[in-house]
Nanobody, 127 residues
């Protein structure tokens, strides 16, 4: 299995930016589809973005389109999430997740399809 560690969370004012990183170990991340999910207090974990193993295709939840960008560096075994124009509703714990490529259709955004998870990083957005 691949182990994932997120970093880059913190406190930012509304309109600000953060860059989250997901570092992998144990296996090469280049054979995995990687996603970012978030969970606000009292709410269910929700899909944010995902990227194919090659990085050619990406997918975003509607509320972050045009503001967030997911990218990957397979040589560095890392996936990043650049978050711009942050809003208070973007706050929560952000989780990186990975699933072996080719098992699920890329359009599947279900958290249950991801078998490897990081511990999460907190993002707080002040208004």
């Amino acid at each position: 299995q691949v182990q994932l560690v997120e970093s880059g969370g913190g406190l930012v004012q509304a309109g600000g930016s953060l860059r989250l990183s997901c570092a992998a170990s144990g296996r090469t991340l280049g054979t995995y589809t990687v996603g970012w999910f978030r969970q606000a207090p009292g709410k269910e974990r929700e899909f944010v973005a995902q990227i194919t193993q090659s990085g050619i295709s990406t997918s975003y939840t509607e509320s972050v389109k045009g503001r967030f960008t997911i990218s990957r560096d397979n040589a560095a075994n890392m996936v990043s999430l650049q978050m711009n124009s942050l809003k208070p509703e973007d706050a929560g714990v952000y989780y990186c997740a990975a699933r072996p490529s080719g098992i699920y259709n890329f359009r599947n955004r279900n958290a249950a399809s991801y078998e490897n998870w990081g511990q999460g990083t907190q993002v707080t957005v002040s208004s």
